[in-house]
């Protein structure tokens, strides 16, 4: 696996991935804060994917949040991993 900071084409797999694994609130947008936290100057969004396809936004198959402009918006203080 291959693990590196999400980028804006990243979007679309990383909020699917937090909405199959029910991390989404309906009071939160993620979009928003997936915006959020990449802009952010003191929060990351890691993404890993398999090596085979690292190539393709689609093949992401984990993504991680941590931040402190999300802590009180999620469960886990600002930290979801997917």
């Known amino acids: 696996m291959d ?6 084409t990243d979007r679309d797999a990383v909020i ?5 694994t029910d991390l989404t609130r309906p009071w939160n947008d993620p ?6 936290a990449v802009a952010g100057a003191a929060s990351a969004i890691l ?9 393709d936004p689609a ?7 941590r931040g402190p402009e999300l802590a009180g918006r999620h469960p886990g203080a600002g930290e979801e991993i997917a």
């Open 31 to 36: 979009v928003a804060d997936f915006d959020r």
């Open 16 to 20: 699917a991935m937090w909405q199959a």
């Open 3 to 8: 693990i590196r900071p999400a980028t804006t």
């Open 59 to 65: 093949a992401a198959i984990g993504a991680m949040v």
């Open 47 to 55: 993404v890993g994917e398999a090596l085979m396809r690292a190539a």
